[in-house]
C-alpha cells in the first residue's frame, strides 16, 4: 500500500516559513545594520575630507596673498638698494613657495589638499552603491514579511534574491571591483 502525502495546511506552511524567515530577517537586517554603518563612515570621511582640502586651501590662499606682499617689498627693497632687506625677503618668499620642514609651503599645502580631495573623491564614489544596497535589504526584509502573512514560498525565494542582489551592491560599495 502507498500511502498518499497529504497537503500541508495552511498553519503547517505558516509555521514553516515563519521559521525560516525568522532566520533570514536576522541576517539580512545584520547585513542592513553594517551597511548602514559602513555608509555613514564614509559621509563622515567625505565631509571632513572636505572641511580639511577648504581648510588648508584657505592657508595656501593666505601664503599666497602674504608671498605677493613679500615680493612687493623685494621690488621696492630692490629699487631703494637695500640688499640686506632684500635678502630676507627673496629667503621669506622662498620658504612661502615651499617649506619641507614645517610642510606650511605653498608647494606642500597644495599637495595636502589635492590628496584629501582625491581621497573624498574616491570615498565619495561608494555612496550610491551603498545607498542601493540599503534599499534593496529593506525590500528583502518587507518581502520576507510579506511572504510570513500571505504563506507564499515564492515570496520568500523573491526576498533572498533581493537580498543576494542588495549584498553584490553592497560589496561593490565597499571594493569597488567594477569600473563603473
Known amino acids: 500500500m502507498t500511502e498518499e502525502k497529504k497537503p500541508l495546511s495552511r498553519s503547517e506552511r505558516e509555521a514553516k516559513i515563519k521559521d525560516k524567515a525568522g532566520y533570514v530577517i536576522t541576517v539580512i537586517a545584520a547585513l542592513l545594520a553594517v551597511n548602514t554603518y559602513i555608509s555613514n563612515g564614509n559621509s563622515s570621511k567625505v565631509l571632513s575630507n572636505t572641511i580639511k582640502a577648504n581648510d588648508t586651501w584657505a592657508f595656501y590662499q593666505a601664503k599666497s596673498i602674504k608671498q605677493t606682499l613679500a615680493e612687493m617689498a623685494l621690488d621696492d627693497a630692490v629699487e631703494r638698494k637695500q640688499i ?11 620658504r ?7 610642510g606650511e609651503g605653498k608647494k606642500e599645502l597644495m599637495a595636502r589638499a589635492r590628496a584629501l580631495e582625491a581621497e573624498r573623491d574616491h570615498v565619495r564614489q561608494s555612496g550610491p552603491w551603498m545607498t542601493f544596497s540599503g ?32 549584498a553584490l551592491l553592497m560589496s561593490q560599495g565597499i571594493w569597488l571591483w567594477l569600473p563603473i
Do not use: N
Open 84 to 94: 640686506d632687506k632684500a635678502e630676507k625677503l627673496r629667503a621669506k618668499i622662498a
Open 96 to 102: 612661502y613657495e615651499s617649506e619641507p620642514a614645517t
Open 135 to 166: 534599499m534593496g535589504y529593506q525590500l528583502g526584509i518587507v518581502l520576507l514579511s510579506a511572504s510570513i502573512l500571505a504563506v507564499s514560498m515564492p515570496l520568500f525565494w523573491g526576498s533572498i534574491a533581493v537580498s543576494a542582489v542588495a
